[in-house]
């Protein structure tokens, strides 16, 4: 009898709140029976065993699993135990350390449901789809099972709320590398990019965390009126850097210095003597520009831009006239070409004066015959 009021006496000790540690004696599919060493055996349903859905105890504990568990209810008949109020409580210590902190942390999709992703955080955690990734994300399937690097952004004990986000460190990692780049990187630098956005003045290429400027004025050695033109959202292209502004955070690219120049081997394009045909570009007091290839002009001077004397170009020559033009002299280095149209006008007038006396002797001697048949008849 003394034995007995004993451990009715240690029954009756434990309270509501207290830890305990026992041994999983049974498994069964709804519930574990915990020795914790009184004369029954302790319960813990199912619904106490994880913050998390779960369809089996087997699925958290195995027989023999040594747990910390917490009490729930103590009457005569019966002890029930919480593994999760034990898991809930330490859990919500280290999130709230971690959100003092920003530390980033790693957890388990443990579930797709409607608006995010659940995580198993020793708690129910949940990330929203928009705190996922820093892109769209149609179908969040794939991410089940996954371990993804966290931060806590929002807790509420009280709500029992743990609100975290994939999103942030990706950001938080993106910023470092944008940062570390900014310090690195240097005008006349060459490097790969990815154009992400296009615009009328011109296109933004992603040079590994940062977006620079691609003017249209740098697309091409030729005019161009739209940058699409030029170049796709999502192509890879290689810039060079002109100029950086870290204050700003602001860099300027080039595509066109990345690419040969329209003067680049022009010697072996156009040679001296070579007629080729152009289009006037501009009309200035000393001549007129013609463009003979994209982006390569030469200068008519005015002086051989007709045979006979002209006061100004524009009296002979208009802005968007085909032309046919001589080649005087090719300067790559200079990127300078002198052109002639009188040159060819005047080699059109001799081949015509040749042609004329040829035909002149030719009809001259014809015309003899039939000037001397006819006064033969009047004889």
Not at 14 to 34: A, C, F, H, P, S
């Amino acid at each position: 009898m003394e034995e007995m009021n004993h451990e009715i006496s240690d029954f009756k000790a434990l309270n509501i709140g207290d830890q305990v540690t026992g041994k999983v004696m049974k498994v069964e599919e709804k519930q574990v029976l915990v020795d914790i060493g009184y004369k029954v055996d302790a319960i813990v349903p199912i619904s106490e065993l994880s913050s998390l859905h779960i369809e089996n105890a087997s699925d958290v504990v195995s027989e023999g699993d040594e747990l910390t568990l917490k009490v729930k209810k103590v009457d005569d008949e019966e002890v029930v135990l919480s593994k999760r109020a034990v898991d809930a409580d330490k859990a919500w210590e280290e999130l709230e350390a971690k959100f003092q902190s920003g530390e980033n942390f790693e957890a388990v999709v443990k579930d797709v449901v409607k608006g995010g992703l659940v995580v198993d955080v020793g708690l129910r955690g949940f990330i929203p789809a928009s705190l996922v990734e820093t892109h769209y994300v149609e179908d969040f399937a794939e991410y089940k099972d996954k371990s993804l690097s966290l931060k806590v952004v929002e807790l509420d004990r009280e709500q029992n709320r743990v609100i975290l986000s994939h999103r942030a460190v990706i950001e938080e990692q993106d910023e470092a590398k944008k940062q570390q780049l900014f310090e690195s990187i240097e005008a006349g630098d060459v490097i790969e990019g990815t154009v992400q956005r296009i615009t009328d003045f011109g296109a933004f290429v992603d040079v590994g965390g940062i977006d620079g400027l691609v003017h249209i004025s740098q697309l091409s050695h030729q005019h161009v009126d739209k940058a699409s033109d030029v170049v796709e959202e999502g192509q890879t292209v290689k810039v060079k850097v002109l100029s950086v502004d870290r204050d700003n955070e602001r860099v300027s690219l080039s595509l066109k210095e990345t690419q040969p120049g329209p003067w680049e081997n022009i010697e072996s394009k156009i040679q001296p003597g070579q007629v080729v045909e152009g289009t006037v570009k501009r009309l200035v007091n000393f001549g007129a520009f013609v463009e003979v290839l994209p982006g390569v002009e030469g200068l008519v001077h005015i002086s051989q831009i007709a045979t006979e004397h002209i006061g100004t170009p524009q009296e002979v020559l208009e802005v968007g006239q085909e032309v046919n033009v001589k080649v005087l002299d090719v300067n790559e280095a200079e990127k300078r070409m002198s052109l002639s149209i009188k040159e060819i006008e005047a080699e059109q007038d001799q081949q015509d004066i040749k042609q004329y006396e040829k035909e002149e002797e030719s009809s001259g001697f014809q015309l003899g015959d039939i000037l001397g048949d006819k006064l033969n008849k009047y004889k």
